[in-house]
T-cell receptor, first 114, second 113 residues
């Protein structure tokens, strides 16, 4: 089934630890995005990538890094997790060439930093 | 940066009632999108609007792109229990370095059977 796969689905992480959230899409979409969702704050963009090999900062990039080595994968890394990074993280993708249909989202990763 | 004001924040309605929610922005958008998020899932696209004044329906859902390009509304007619979830509006402009969606903070809908 075409779509976006995120892993893990949930994780409890000790503060100070490094963590990589995985995201893979099989739709050959050009662009990919990472959002975090927090109660009362909606969806906030962390980082994005318009094409493989390029990345950019979103609204809340601090404490996160991304890479886009190929079209399909867009991992998000927390170098040293802090409790304020407790959130639900969503990966999304879009076909910027025909960017008329918005984004396709994964099912999310629920991360708790303790 | 651009921000969207989405209202209401939450709604508690009786099954069968109609629902209306809206989004406003201080700046214009080329595209308005409406998403629904079920509990434990990612947002799913419901309706996309591409022209000012456009009115589009998808089953019991109807959405409009405001004439000023600064607002949009979503109506749900004859609500049913599976309409429960969080509804997000999103605005987008093409071009530039990002072309990213700007999301509203969501409207949480609860439906009493």
């Amino acid at each position: 089934i075409a779509g976006i796969t995120q892993a893990p689905t949930s994780q409890i992480l000790a503060a100070g630890r490094r963590m990589t959230l995985r995201c893979t899409q099989d739709m050959r979409h050009n662009a990919m995005y990472w959002y975090r969702q927090d109660l009362g704050l909606g969806l906030r963009l962390i980082h994005y990538s318009n094409t493989a090999g390029t990345t950019g900062k979103g609204e809340v990039p601090d404490g996160y890094s991304v890479s886009r080595a190929n079209t399909d994968d867009f991992p998000l890394t927390l170098a040293s997790a802090v409790p304020s990074q407790t959130s639900v993280y969503f990966c999304a993708s879009s076909d910027r060439g025909g960017n008329l249909y918005g984004y396709t989202f994964g099912s999310g990763t629920r991360l708790t930093v303790v | 940066g651009q921000q969207l004001n989405q209202s209401p924040q939450s709604m508690f309605i009786q099954e069968g009632e109609d629902v209306s929610m809206n989004c406003t922005s201080s700046s214009i958008f080329n595209t308005w999108l409406w998403y629904k998020q079920d509990p434990g899932e990612g947002p799913v696209l419901l309706i996309a609007l591409y022209k000012a004044g456009e009115l589009t329906s998808n089953g019991r859902l109807t959405a409009q792109f405001g004439i000023t390009r600064k607002d949009s509304f979503l109506n749900i007619s004859a609500s049913i229990p599976s309409d429960v979830g969080i509804y997000f509006c999103a605005g987008m402009n093409y071009g530039g370095s990002q072309g990213n969606l700007i999301f509203g903070k969501g409207t949480k809908l609860s439906v009493k059977p």
